[in-house]
């Protein structure tokens, strides 16, 4: 079982940058495949991007797309959402997702379908 730990969130201006990162523990890494989404107040959770366990491949949403990037080091056990221009609608708890690779479908945009959630960061953007 894999533990998943958000970092990197705050409170920054619109057109700033964020690095957000989910460390993982207790599992091997690259046995997953790696989502991150985010929930805004008074909103349901929605995909933001997903990334394979190899970084063969990636996904996003077309509301970030251009925007975001997602990598991953399986090295270090930690995967990355690089958040450039950022909008005030960005504004969210963000949450990443692990699922075992191991018979998986792609893309995986589907919340449920993920198996292991970590605790979120909180990202706010100013006007």
């Known amino acids: 079982q894999v533990q998943l730990v958000e970092s990197g969130g705050g409170l920054v201006q619109a057109g700033d940058s964020l690095r957000l990162s989910c460390a993982a523990s207790?599992?091997?890494?690259?046995?997953?495949?790696m989502g991150w989404f985010r929930q805004a107040p008074g909103k349901e959770r929605e995909f933001v991007a997903a990334?394979?366990?190899?970084?063969?491949?990636?996904y996003y949403a077309d509301s970030v797309k251009g925007r975001f990037t997602v990598s991953r080091d399986n090295a270090k056990n930690t995967m990355y959402l690089q958040m450039n221009s950022l909008k005030p609608e960005d504004t969210a708890v963000y949450f990443c997702?692990?699922?075992?690779?191991?018979?998986?479908?792609?893309?995986?945009?589907?919340?449920?379908?993920?198996?292991?959630w970590g605790q979120g960061t909180q990202v706010t953007v100013s006007s």
């Open positions: 997702a692990a699922k075992l690779r191991y018979g998986s479908r792609w893309p995986l945009f589907l919340g449920d379908e993920y198996h292991y």
């Open positions: 207790g599992g091997t890494f690259s046995n997953y495949n």
């Open positions: 990334i394979k366990w190899s970084s063969s491949d990636t």
